[in-house]
């Protein structure tokens, strides 16, 4: 479903250059404004090896663009008052009956504390519970990488997932400051002890069938895995090759249903779910959160103190919500839009935003390791603002 209206061909041109200088070897890319699509094309391969283009029904591994959908599930449970955000999560997972932490230390460089607050489902919405993924340089990160918790979904159960992360202390004091890293996952565990269900399936249930997202899921069958896009890294040499570690054999349904990195899903799917945010909970007579329980999730929940440890390079300009950046200062960002944009990215460079101001959607489809969003989505969206009213 090729489109390009007058005023986005060279959009079109930066896909075309991003595959023909060696940026990415497949990319696909989307934009909605008031309902229509004013932008979608398609460049390069999702099979390097067997030269099979990127199409519109290419299936992608999303990874962390997996937050915003357990969160909307999460906020379903919310709205229905199952929890508060400043229910301690032990109320639901026993696993973190008691909250400890690693403080620093100057003289032994860290030593563990009790904390005065409970770790809260809000801590875990706001990415400042202290659960880092294992690539950050933090004393807990050491205990994760010893079990070999996986980032992105597989043969590792959700209560062991639970367990393990319960039992190490917290790698800050809860609420202290932002670090990326499990809280969604435990976000997810937290959604399967209320309801009875695996989080895949509640997903399917409530948002995915609702919608229509008939190719997103934790796993595939046969048909959907002949679309899956590879994974591509560069070697030593310069050359595309697939990024074999990334993968997980999507015909399984895995035993860790990852709710911050494990879903699959196809553009024009994902492009459902952000017309549903943007339309403040709704698509298509499909109701599944409030307007307001949307702008909830979009406003900036991180304090000052919080934020300065958020803003690194990459993320400058932006706030965090509930499981979405949020623009707050386009200045810092380097965007020539307005504040209030939002969505998130995944590990292999997919990204979307909605932005309310203009009544639009955007999506950039990758699958390229590191994935470094920012280097497609800065060009890419520069223009997009370029030709919008």
């Known amino acids: 479903m090729k489109r390009i209206i007058e005023g986005f061909s060279y959009s079109a041109e930066l896909l075309k250059r991003f595959t023909c200088s060696g940026v ?7 934009v909605m404004k008031k309902g229509e699509t004013v932008f979608c094309d398609y460049s390069g391969y999702a099979d390097l090896a067997n030269r099979i283009p990127v199409g519109e029904d290419t299936i992608y591994r999303i990874f962390s663009m997996t937050k915003p959908v357990t969160v909307v599930a999460l906020l379903k449970l919310y709205e229905q008052g199952y929890f508060r ?5 032990s ?31 809000g801590h875990l919405f706001t990415m400042t519970a202290g659960l880092p993924y294992p690539v950050a340089k933090y004393p807990s990160c050491a205990r994760y990488k010893e079990v070999d918790i996986p980032p992105y979904g597989g043969d590792f159960p959700m209560e062991k997932l639970l367990e393990e992360l319960g039992a190490e202390p917290l790698s800050c004091a809860p609420g202290s400051r932002f670090l990326y890293g499990y809280g969604t996952d435990v976000l997810g565990g937290v959604l399967e002890a209320i309801t009875g269900m695996r989080l895949g399936d509640f997903m399917r249930r409530e948002i995915f069938e609702p919608l229509g997202m008939k190719d997103t899921g934790f796993y595939l069958n046969e048909e959907q895995a002949s679309r899956l896009s590879g994974i591509y890294e560069k070697g030593e040499d310069g050359a595309w090759r697939e990024a074999v570690s990334y993968m997980r054999p999507p015909l ?16 024009q799917d994902y492009n459902i779910f952000a017309q549903m945010l943007l339309k403040g909970g709704s698509y298509e007579g499909a109701r599944i959160l409030g307007r307001n329980t949307v702008r909830f999730m979009s406003s900036n929940h991180l304090t000052p103190a919080q934020l300065a440890a958020h803003s690194t390079q990459k993320q400058r300009g932006y706030g965090y919500g509930l499981g ?5 200062d386009p200045a810092q960002a380097g965007l020539n839009c307005l504040p209030g944009e939002f969505g998130w990215s995944g590990a292999a460079g997919t990204w979307f935003c909605v932005d309310p101001n203009f009544d639009m959607t955007a999506l950039l489809m990758v699958q390229r390791i590191p994935g470094d969003s920012l280097e497609l989505s800065l060009p890419f969206m520069a223009g997009i603002y370029a030709n919008l009213d």
């Open 24 to 30: 990415a070897v497949g990319v696909a890319a989307m």
């Open 85 to 89: 955000m400043f229910d301690p999560v």
């Open 91 to 121: 109320k639901f997972l026993p696993q973190f009956g008691e909250t400890r932490y690693y403080h620093p230390n100057s003289f032994s460089g860290f030593e563990v504390r009790k904390s005065d607050i409970p770790l809260e489902i």
């Open 252 to 267: 399984v349904r895995p035993s860790f249903e990852s709710g911050g990195a494990g879903l699959y899903s196809t553009m």
């Open 324 to 328: 979405v950046r949020v623009l707050t």
